[in-house]
């Protein structure tokens, strides 16, 4: 396909450079030159498609079948430059016409040349001096394999399988602003303080659950004691008659434990 096109059946784009079987036959000259007409069918919709040679105008046409697709580039962001249309190329038989744009092109070439010459200084200045970048390359790949190499031995360290990225400001201080409950945090002290008093033998099993349930009570009961002395509900001296009597029933019954 010389072009791209629209196809007439299912209206889809063909692009250019798509390979098709045609069948080619000569339908005209123009003059001595033989105008060739191929047909083919389109692989989306088996559409028929006819396309001839244009001799004279040096392009193809298309006859049946397809539609060419138009396409509109902006000069500046496709940075090319504008061919002159068929008024300024039969102009330019005109000696007075090339004569006076061809002082400005002159002109035009000597306002850009400084920035020429400046973008070239720059690009042979960067590729004048090969070992300089092989060396600066180098050392760039170093530190990067270095700085890997420390945050794949940071990951380890913690148990991790994977590289963890640098530790960024942003992260520090969202962390920071994480607040817990409480109750989570009593959770915690209350497990921990369970795994601590546990026995490290098998035996003592039902005796360690046991001081582990009465300790988490006493703990409750002094906290709830702690609350109503700070209500103003309960006076300091019942309080502390309270935890003395507390404390003599725990020993009697250690006392009997020991027995």
Excluded at 196 to 213: D, H, V
Aim: some cysteine; hydrophobic content about 35%.
């Amino acid at each position: 396909m010389p072009y791209n096109i629209w196809c007439g059946g299912c209206n889809s784009m063909i692009a250019k450079g798509v390979r098709f079987n045609a069948e080619k036959k000569q339908v005209g000259n123009y003059y001595s030159t033989k105008i060739w007409s191929f047909s083919m069918k389109a692989a989306c919709c088996k559409q028929e498609i006819v396309i001839q040679t244009d001799p004279k105008n040096c392009q193809y046409v298309i006859i049946s079948g397809a539609q060419q697709k138009t396409e509109d580039f902006d000069i500046e962001d496709a940075e090319t430059f504008a061919l002159p249309a068929e008024e300024e190329k039969g102009m330019l038989a005109d000696p007075f016409y090339r004569l006076e744009h061809q002082e400005e092109d002159l002109q035009k070439k000597k306002e850009a040349e400084p920035v020429l010459v400046r973008l070239q200084r720059i690009s042979d200045d960067r590729h004048s001096d090969d070992y300089a970048l092989n060396k600066a390359l180098r050392a760039k790949l170093r530190s990067q394999k270095k700085r890997v190499a420390e945050e794949e031995a940071a990951s380890r360290r913690m148990g991790l399988h994977i590289r963890l990225l640098p530790a960024a400001e942003e992260d520090t201080a969202t962390a920071s602003r994480m607040k817990f409950s409480a109750k989570f945090d009593r959770n915690r002290k209350d497990k921990r303080a369970l795994i601590n008093a546990s026995s490290i033998f098998p035996g003592s099993s039902g005796t360690s659950k046991k001081a582990l349930e009465l300790e988490s009570k006493r703990r409750k009961i002094s906290a709830a004691a702690a609350s109503s002395l700070v209500a103003g509900r309960v006076k300091p001296s019942s309080w502390s008659q309270d935890s003395v009597s507390s404390s003599r029933h725990s020993g009697s019954a250690v006392k009997v434990r020991r027995f």
